[in-house]
């Protein structure tokens, strides 16, 4: 069993940075590909990141690309998400998820463990 804990969010204004931990406990997440996604108020959860077991190889979505940066140090069994202009439509809460098999996915149904979440807003 994996638990995942995010932290790092807030409120900040258009332009601004922020960068979000996901801390995870329980075991290793070395083994684990890591993601990143969000839900904003009334829509659907959506990808943001993902980083493989390795860390070698990264997927982004479109819209945060160049502005987002995801990493892990598997030392500190900790991932992260580097948020650089962040606009309005950014505001969500921000969820970390862990992956068994170590390959990045863009599909929230291939993850296996789930962080609360950490609500990032973005003031204009």
């Known amino acids: 069993q994996v638990q995942l804990v995010e932290s790092g969010g807030g409120l900040v204004q258009t332009g601004g940075s922020l960068r979000l931990s996901c801390a995870a406990s329980?075991?290793?997440?070395?083994?684990?590909?890591m993601g990143w996604f969000r839900q904003a108020l009334i829509k659907e959860r959506e990808f943001v990141a993902a980083i493989d077991r390795s860390g070698g190889f990264t997927l982004t979505l479109d819209a945060v690309k160049g502005r987002f940066t995801i990493s892990r140090d598997n030392a500190k069994n900790t991932v992260y998400l580097q948020m650089n202009s962040l606009k309005p439509e950014d505001t969500a809460v921000y969820y970390c998820a862990a992956r068994s098999g170590g390959y990045a996915s863009r599909d929230s149904r291939n993850y296996d463990y789930w962080g609360q979440g950490t609500q990032v807003t973005v003031s204009s």
């Open positions: 329980g075991r290793t997440v070395s083994p684990y590909a």
